[in-house]
């Protein structure tokens, strides 16, 4: 899987844009503010349907323009090529997928299996245990088919039973819900928990190769005490759900913390250490994903030379050529990125929101 041709319209400074990526690695170099990370924002628009930077996708519009679209072609495995594109205007996101309109994210996200990777992405190591459910979930839904429909049928009847909760008056002897949460929360953490089994040992590869540590965990939280049914959790925690209004305990509130010599990650590494297990972290995810679906994923990496020193980012770029992932980088200059010889591999230059190919000399 590779994005092949991509044609922008109106994302912040680029106004039009027509870029033909190469199938592995493409390097995007311009000076501070002249589009880099708005290329990326379009890319992850594409594959996401939001941005990474504006949760109002008013703000990603070209000032003056009305609307924007992304447009993009996926080589495929079998040498088919799939369009996608994506618009926004007057308030309404359009998607479609070969040709064909669509309206759930999920649909373009199985289509284009996209990992960031920015120098905020360390935060996901400390800030809200959401950020890390939303990181392992990307893993379980790109490779467990059943998991998107199971989750919905979880979210479906977790709000049911929220509503019901709130309803104090006419409260029911037992939460009619409970039993349709339980069932699917069971699945939820076997997806889970399978994903992480086949997760750690490729991560904890990865980090070894980055870091030289092999003191690297994983401490998952399923969102429930460990050592109790879902369903007893439910029913015990039932007049404290009643009284806060909303199920307190569920998938939905899982964590898996990273740790390091058995601490949180974040709390005794240096701010390029982070970066390199975040580097790991989604290099994992890339290889599992290909281990179990033959798919691989489009990498993409805002900054890269920042926080790394030189044998690092060599390091990193050498992992992320071995991957076999369309990988697509930006840095202020050239120079900063160490291209493994005999990669293959497109040089971009962009200035004021205008992208040349140039050739790497
Ligand atoms: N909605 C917008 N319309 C037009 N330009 C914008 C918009 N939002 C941001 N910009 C500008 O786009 C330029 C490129 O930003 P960015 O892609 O973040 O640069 P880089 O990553 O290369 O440093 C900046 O000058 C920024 O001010
Ligand atoms: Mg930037």
Known sequence: MALTHLHIQNIRNIAEARIE??????????????????????????????????????????????????????????????????????????????????????????????????????????????????????????????????????????????????LAARQMPENVWDKVLAENAQQIDQFRRNYLRGFLPLLAGFVEKLLQRNDISLRYLPGWAQDEDYHESLTRLLERDRSLGYTSKGPHRADVIVEVDGRPAHEHTSGGQQKLLMCAMYLAQAALLKNRTSRQCLILIDDLPAELDTRHRARLMDLLCESGAQVIVTATDKDLIEIPQAAGYRLFHVEQGVFNEQEYL
């Not at 120098?119 to 950020?131: Q, V």
């Open 21 to 166: 990526l190469a199938p592995y690695l493409n390097v995007i170099c311009g000076l501070n503010a002249s589009g880099k990370t708005s290329l990326l924002e379009a890319i992850y628009l594409l594959g996401r349907a939001k941005s990474f930077r504006s949760a109002q996708l008013q703000k990603v519009i070209s000032r003056g323009a009305s609307g924007l679209t992304v447009f993009g072609q996926i080589a495929g495995e079998k040498e088919q090529c799939i369009p996608v594109g994506i618009a926004w205007s007057a308030d309404k996101i359009r998607m479609k997928v070969a040709g064909q309109p669509v309206t759930r994210t999920s649909d373009l996200a199985g289509h284009l299996p996209l990992l960031l990777i920015t120098p905020d992405s360390h935060k996901i190591l400390s800030l809200a245990p959401r950020l890390r459910r939303r990181f392992m979930d990307w893993g379980v839904f790109h490779v467990e088919h059943d998991f998107m429909a199971v989750w919905s049928r979880y979210c479906r009847a977790l709000r049911q039973r929220n509503a019901s909760l709130r």
